[in-house]
């Protein structure tokens, strides 16, 4: 059976069974005594086991069950649940979330090793903690063998004389007896596994019951192969016992008897005595590497979104509207009924476009929580490792996001939360030296605002220190000395996004280098998104993420440059206003003017974009007026069109990264408008 097509579902459910396993440790290394949570743990080890088995996954279903060897010790009272349990569940959580992202890149997973983890978790079982010691191999005479086959249901004296072949080619055939565990509830995928792992080092010829009645289950707990390879009788059965829920191994080797006539010989054994023809070891390595090969490349999962059926059936009400007004509209261009009005109709259509892309953006919609989830881990382990006390509070997880925001968003929150931990919030010493409760607090929320979602990252850490800025930037010639003394404070700490910039004294394996705050700024930007930062010294910071609610479809006010059309995303626009050219003033050889007590710089957006041909001059200026945070900018344009819903379209690979413009959008009469990205002209 191919096990192919369920990858998919294996590996969106594997996902959000360790998701939540992950937060099921969490809670338990706070409520240690409440054995509850490990039960919940237990139950997700056991369903990931048996999935794993189902699939093929040796890995996953070895480390799964050393993971429920050691909770069942704890559940019946032979260990107590400890920071060294807690912290080798843990390790085992990190390695099976690397397993299931490679079945997910590669459709198998990987060349992980941990032999070593669960070698761990067996020492914690045995209440021994020392480095392992390395088992020695059993000696050959340990391997279960007898001279009297009696015992053995296979009849191979129909195969005898393939048997001698396989000698002649250096080969030995063994009967062999693996027994199930009593309590092995998958009894046909643990013998699927025992095949697969006896196919990598030669051939099975035979089987007992046969292979039908194996995948079936109908037998007990144990079955008989006979079997040809080059590998001794105790590798065979190290191999063998590595399978989970495998009780025993009976390996004995097979003496062949008389060669019987060609004319009897059955004619239904065919046998490929090729693979049999190699060093276990080449065998091994061509298991391996036949894993990797180009034939998983199908294997590869693709992105996907669970919608709501409601939603769904929204989408598909929509559509039907949809093929009803195209019949409506067929019936009018061939000159149908004068009581059909034209545009009625147009207006029906225009209502029913704007209810569908609302449908399309809610089946794009995700919650955030998705993203949010990896980071109390996250917190966990980095306070850990700084020596801090810090909890993490999360609110409006529920918030929903486009799939595509939602993928862009997760790099810069993880630099956000790790700049809040090692630079925002002190060691508990200082926070007491400062009045403070030891114990810091970092949050995160989000919310919707309007048509744009805000995320913000919060900390109650020591704030940043605008002098401290200063200094740096003018040790590090980020700026100079004039340009300082002309910035306020708000301006200073926005220092922080430059690249290369850093307040930290060293260069530590959280940061130092420079690399965190300007690969915020720029990712967040790419997905048209701001971000900025308030802080007050001695009480803490909060950066402010303000993102789009989705990337495909989007309102925006289109204009007129010379002879171009432009379209600028409402998102940006503050206001409209008209003023006198002699209004505008130079400073510092910038275009600017005294607007609401305030210094509002003046772009022309057609000498930024170099848009062929001759302004308008009418004797005022149309200024739209953009934001960026705290940042205002007024564009010069000659025209306003009006306010239209546009789609975004890529400029393409050859264009990708050009500076001022997003992208582009189709017009109604076919022609194309260039879509500016206000951020980028500040």
Do not use: W
């Not at 701001?530 to 009480?539: A, D, F, L």
Request: negative net charge.
């Amino acid at each position: 059976m191919d096990m192919n097509q369920y990858l998919e579902i294996f590996i969106d459910e594997s996902k959000e069974h360790l998701q939540q396993m992950n937060e099921i440790l969490l809670t338990l290394e706070d409520e240690q005594d409440n054995l509850s949570h490990l039960g919940e743990i237990f139950r997700i080890a056991h369903t990931l086991k048996g999935m794993s088995g189902t699939m093929g996954f040796n890995n996953l279903m070895n480390l799964t069950h050393k993971m429920e060897t050691l909770m069942d010790l704890v559940r019946g009272g032979s260990l107590k649940v400890s920071p060294v349990i807690i912290d080798a569940l843990f390790e085992c959580l990190d390695t099976l979330e690397q397993y299931v992202e490679n079945l997910e890149k590669t459709g198998s997973e990987g060349n992980i090793d941990s032999q070593e983890l669960s070698d761990k978790l067996v020492r914690i079982a045995n209440g021994d903690e020392a480095p392992p010691q390395k088992a020695p191999v059993p000696a050959a005479a340990e391997v279960k063998s007898t001279s009297d086959d009696s015992d053995f249901k296979i009849n191979y004296a129909d195969v005898s004389d393939l048997i001698s072949k396989a000698q002649e080619m250096g080969a030995m055939a063994h009967l062999i007896r693996v027994t199930l565990e009593k309590t092995c509830l998958l009894k046909a995928a643990r013998s699927f596994i025992v095949f697969n792992t006896l196919e990598n080092f030669g051939e099975v010829i035979m089987s007992h019951p046969s292979p039908e009645d194996i995948e079936d289950e109908r037998f007990d707990f144990d079955f008989e192969v006979l079997y040809l390879t080059k590998m001794s009788e105790d590798v065979i059965k190290n191999e063998l016992m590595k399978v989970s829920e495998v009780e025993s191994v009976l390996v004995k080797p097979v003496v062949p008897i008389q060669s019987r006539p060609e004319d009897e010989r059955p004619r239904d054994v065919e046998v490929d005595l090729s693979k049999i023809d190699e060093e276990p070891e080449k065998a091994a390595d061509k298991a391996a590497s036949a894993e990797k090969g180009s034939d998983k490349k199908d294997n590869k999962t693709n992105k996907t979104v669970r919608v709501e059926i409601g939603r769904l059936d929204n989408l598909m009400n929509l559509v039907s509207e949809l093929i009803i007004i195209k019949n409506r509209l067929e019936e009018l261009g061939a000159g149908g009924s004068k009581e059909n009005n034209v545009d009625d109709a147009i207006e029906y259509l225009e209502r029913i476009t704007t209810d569908l892309h609302t449908a399309v953006t809610k089946v794009r919609m995700v919650p955030v929580e998705r993203t949010f989830n990896r980071f109390p881990r996250l917190v966990r382990d980095l306070s850990k490792d700084l020596g801090k006390n810090i909890k993490l509070l999360m609110s409006g997880e529920d918030t929903e996001v486009d799939r595509t925001v939602i993928d862009e968003i997760g790099d810069p929150l993880i630099h956000l939360i790790r700049n809040s931990l090692d630079h925002g919030v002190e060691s508990p010493e200082d926070r007491e030296k400062a009045g403070k409760n030891p114990q810091g607090t970092v949050a995160l929320r989000a919310y919707p605002d309007g048509n744009t979602v805000v995320i913000e990252v919060e900390d109650d850490g020591k704030g940043i220190d605008p002098e401290k800025i200063r200094s740096i930037a003018l040790k590090k010639g980020v700026v100079t000395q004039d340009e300082v003394n002309a910035m306020n404070d708000s301006e200073v700490v926005n220092l922080l996004f430059r690249a290369g910039f850093s307040t930290a004294e060293k260069v530590t394996g959280v940061s130092g280098r420079g690399v965190g705050l300007d690969v915020v700024k720029a990712k967040i930007e790419q997905i048209n998104g701001t971000v900025e930062v308030n802080s007050e010294v001695g009480k803490g910071s909060k950066f402010i993420i303000r993102l789009p609610l989705t990337l495909a479809i989007i309102y925006a006010l289109m204009i007129n440059l010379r002879d171009e059309k432009f379209a600028i995303p409402l998102n940006n626009i503050k206001e409209i206003i008209s003023i006198e050219p002699s209004r505008i003033n130079m400073v510092q050889e910038q275009e600017v003017i005294l607007y609401r007590n305030k210094t509002l710089p003046i772009i022309r957006l057609a000498n930024v974009l170099n848009v062929p041909g001759e302004s308008v001059e009418n004797g005022t200026m149309i200024v739209v007026i953009v934001k960026k945070g705290d940042l205002e900018a007024g564009i010069v344009v000659d025209s306003l069109i009006g306010q239209q819903e546009i789609v975004i379209k890529s400029l393409g690979k050859y264009l990708t990264g050009t500076r001022v413009i997003a992208g582009a959008t189709i017009l109604g009469n076919g022609s194309v408008a260039l879509i500016v990205d206000p951020n980028q002209l500040f």
